[in-house]
């Protein structure tokens, strides 16, 4: 077995430390990977904006990591340790730091840096003054930032302003959602539709993305201007089908998702229970619920809501993965539709109806599994979060019509009973 080894700060870990550790694992059969001391990246670089703990944990949760150390700076590693750690090939991105050890025992492999990304430059975005405060953060404060000509987000989970909702919010979000988007990334051949992460700090619930473009705006703000585009709700939801196709049945993905607090806080205790004062309904749907956790099949995306689409040039991105779990697909899809339908009630325009049939359709079409209850639960769950926006924790605040709100209600109980109904509009 050959043992393989790198050294790094691994401070702010981003995409060129990934493809660091990705290329010196094919170097050998295990990888050992040096996580620099705090006292000795003082001594030589600076303060790491990281623990050495944070720093650790990062890379220990990557799957083709063996082994993780606590390690001086590379020009204080010495002979022996090489010697006496049975290292048969020390890989570097570069030579910037010294090497001398490994570079006279013939062990040292210069592989090259990614180029466009590194700490000091993840560093001087956080630290930028240039920076837009993004409305529409309700769980989190988030800012654009331009730098050297590039646009970022980052995306604060210790809220200070982002406070719509008063409940409690899991700590695990941000680790939630960076680890979401970054499977996505890896299982889709196409993903540009899904944002691309920069970097994360789980201490301090940071994450950087890359910024959608200036001109972009939320599908939820064409719904409310009364516009429907079907060829772009078409794609938008033939997107959904591959995440929950390329991830179904995933045993690695169950196990990695097990515990989802994002989710089972945010999407299934604050907006499917106690959402109605209809007790026995409620009770209907909580034992509903109950069986639909049991079924984990795909990954969601978990708050797949107009708002967190972003479209621009009949191009979309989605965002906000952080109440992601591992569970039912007809949750999702569920969720697309009840906005969809909402915006119906409110507008009176039946193409937002004839939306929802084509959506539901696309999404049937494009999945590769089912089940002969598949269909009844997206209803059900239709009228959940239907029921959910009128009188949940999480209630739509756009919806002010009362007639709507009585009409919405009569819709979303009939749909979560699987009642066939006839629906009428109050003029």
Known sequence: MKKVFTNGVFDLFHDGHYKLLERTKTYGDWLVVGVASDESCEKYKRKPFQSWEARAKVVEAIPFVDEVMKTP?????????????????????????????????????????????????ILNILHSKNINILNGGHLN?????????????????????????????????????????????????????????????????????????????????????????????????????????????????????????????????????????????????????????????????????????????????????????????ALDIGYFLAHIYIHYFITNNIQFKNAADIVLKEYLENINFSDDKFIIRISKYIGIFILSRIDGKAYADYITDENVKKDLRYFGKRLFLNEEISIEINK
């Open 73 to 121: 700076w590379s020009r204080d590693i010495d002979k022996s340790f090489y010697l006496d750690n049975n290292i048969d090939y020390h890989v570097q991105g570069d030579a910037g730091s010294s090497f001398d050890a490994a570079r006279e025992l013939g062990l040292l492999r210069i592989i090259g840096r990614t180029e466009n990304i590194s700490t000091t430059k």
């Open 141 to 329: 404060d988030v800012v654009q930032v331009l730098f050297e000509n590039e646009l970022f987000v980052i995306k604060y989970a210790n809220r200070i302003s982002a406070k719509k909702y008063s409940f409690l919010l899991p700590d695990q979000r941000s680790e939630i959602e960076y680890n979401t988007i970054n499977v996505f990334h890896k299982l889709i051949k196409n993903s540009e539709f899904i944002i691309k992460t920069i970097c994360i700090d789980n201490e301090k619930q940071i994450i950087i993305f890359e910024s959608a473009p200036n001109n972009c705006e939320s599908l939820f703000t064409k719904f409310i201007s009364n516009e429907v585009h079907y060829s772009l709700l078409s794609n938008i939801v033939k997107s959904l089908a591959v995440m929950h196709s390329v991830t179904y049945n995933n045993y690695s993905l169950h196990e990695q998702f097990s515990d989802s607090m994002g989710f089972l806080k945010l999407k299934i205790e604050v907006q499917c229970r106690n959402i109605t004062k209809d007790i026995s309904l409620q009770k209907e749907i909580d034992c509903f619920i109950n069986e639909s956790l049991e079924i984990r099949i795909a990954l969601l995306h978990g708050d797949f809501a107009p708002k967190n689409i972003l479209t621009w040039d009949n191009k979309y991105l989605f965002i906000d993965f952080e109440e992601s779990s591992y569970a039912d697909p």
